[in-house]
């Protein structure tokens, strides 16, 4: 089975830009949670989609988005980019609806921001 | 508040030691709690996980952890690294319908020759 992969890997934006981050869970899961982790702040949840519907979402501004397609696909947008949104985005899937079998996790999007 | 500490940022050890890695946890609810380990410029691995029943767990890469409920602990140990396990580590706690983990500040785990 693949495992979750994320598209792009490396991505360099400038302040004020717009950008979209893919996610494609592992075939089967359902569940796709979005992760923002810095040296400062760590790992930090941003939200979680299970069947197209975002059910939980993190303390991150509005300017932090998502969806969720029908084939468990998910893509995040960041709009009116800042300096601190430099950082590496994490996308995890789950076979059920809640973290009790284990997220897996892709190799994650680095998002430079200059 | 739910929150999970990993009381040591960097943690050294030479090449066939054990290794013992802390975390300790609040959480209101009956926790969920997991071991993942992230090798630079990679995502995350679940090393292992704890739901419920035996309080001691067996992982990949020949890790286990130890769930105390009295201490509110969960630490990982090995017993003899290996210089691939030179990695950070992040400890994990969720549960009930909660969809999200609350996550430690990691320790990164440095392998002496």
């Known amino acids: 089975k693949a495992g979750v992969t994320q598209t792009p890997r490396y991505l360099i934006k400038t302040r004020g830009q717009q950008v979209t981050l893919s996610c494609s869970p592992i075939?089967?899961?359902?569940?796709v949670s979005w992760y923002q982790q810095t040296p400062g702040q760590g790992l930090q949840f941003l939200f979680e989609y299970f069947s197209e519907t975002q059910r939980n979402k993190g303390n991150f501004p509005g300017r932090f988005s998502g969806r969720q397609f029908s084939n468990s696909r998910s893509e995040m947008n960041v709009s009116t980019l800042e300096l601190g949104d430099s950082a590496l985005y994490l996308c995890?899937?789950?076979?059920?609806?809640?973290?009790?079998?284990?997220?897996?996790f892709g190799p994650g999007t680095r998002l430079t921001v200059l | 508040a739910q929150s999970v500490t990993q009381p040591d940022i960097h943690i050294t050890v030479s090449e066939g030691a054990s290794l013992e890695l802390r975390c300790n946890y609040s959480y209101g609810a009956t926790p969920y709690l997991f071991w993942y380990v992230q090798s630079p410029g990679q995502g995350l691995q679940l090393l292992l996980k704890y739901f419920s029943g035996d309080t001691l767990v067996q992982g990949i890469k020949g890790f286990e952890a130890e769930f105390k409920r009295s201490q509110s602990s969960f630490n990982l140990r090995k017993p003899s690294v290996h210089w691939s396990d030179a990695a950070e580590y992040f400890c994990a706690v969720g549960g009930g319908s909660n969809y999200q983990l609350i996550w430690g500040a990691g320790t990164k785990l440095i392998i002496k020759p």
């Open positions: 075939s089967g899961h359902r569940s």
């Open positions: 995890a899937s789950s076979l059920a609806s809640s973290v009790i079998p284990g997220q897996f």
